[in-house]
């Protein structure tokens, strides 16, 4: 169902705060020295990323009773997220979107759309090996990318093996 007026406004409220968090979460991550994969590839609107949307929480709000049920209520009541699967090792839920036309592959309400899907996939270029949804035309490239290359170069591996070793550790450009 598309969003009215009220939801359209509180989605608003909602992503300058989560924006705000983001932008200063990943300053505080660099100035700590982590490096996160860079982003390449385009976007092929394949919407691969609307059909389950999941959602990694903190452990506080995973565990805690009355902030899981306010998480999953503002996600269902205001984001339009139904709540499929959970993910205890991960602090994660999984969703259907509400918003997500299976057949015609569409967002009924892009313009107002959460920050996380706006963001898609920047939250996983932090992981140690991004996990990409198969057939998106994003890809993460390793921040060290250039010099592992160089290093494996000089070990005359057979092309086959150097291959796989970019492809699996994210090396290709
Ligand atoms: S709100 Fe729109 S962009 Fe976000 S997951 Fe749902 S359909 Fe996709
Ligand atoms: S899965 Fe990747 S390519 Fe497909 S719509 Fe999402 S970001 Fe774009």
Not at 29 to 57: D, F, N, S, W
Not at 163 to 173: D, Q, T
Request: charged fraction near 30%; include cysteine; glycine fraction near 6%.
């Amino acid at each position: 169902m598309r969003d009215g007026p009220v939801r359209i406004a509180l989605k608003f409220v909602a992503r300058v705060f989560f924006t705000i968090d983001l932008r200063s979460t990943r300053v505080i991550r660099r100035m700590r020295g982590e490096k996160p994969h860079r982003l390449t590839g385009v976007c092929q609107l394949c919407a691969a990323c609307c059909e389950r949307p999941m959602i990694q929480t903190t452990i506080w709000t995973y565990r805690f009773r009355t902030l899981r049920v306010l998480f999953l209520a503002w996600h269902r009541h205001v984001n339009g997220f139904e709540l499929v699967e959970e993910h205890p090792r991960l602090n994660a839920f999984s969703f259907r979107c509400t918003h997500f036309d299976m057949k015609t592959r569409r967002c009924d309400s892009y313009g107002s759309r959460p920050g996380m899907c706006r963001d898609y996939p920047r939250a996983l270029l932090w992981e140690s090996d991004p996990p990409f949804l198969k057939g998106c035309g994003y890809r993460a490239v390793s921040p060290n990318a250039e010099k592992v290359v160089r290093l494996l170069e000089k070990e005359n591996l057979p092309p086959e093996k150097l291959e796989e070793l970019k492809g699996k550790l994210h090396l290709r450009e």
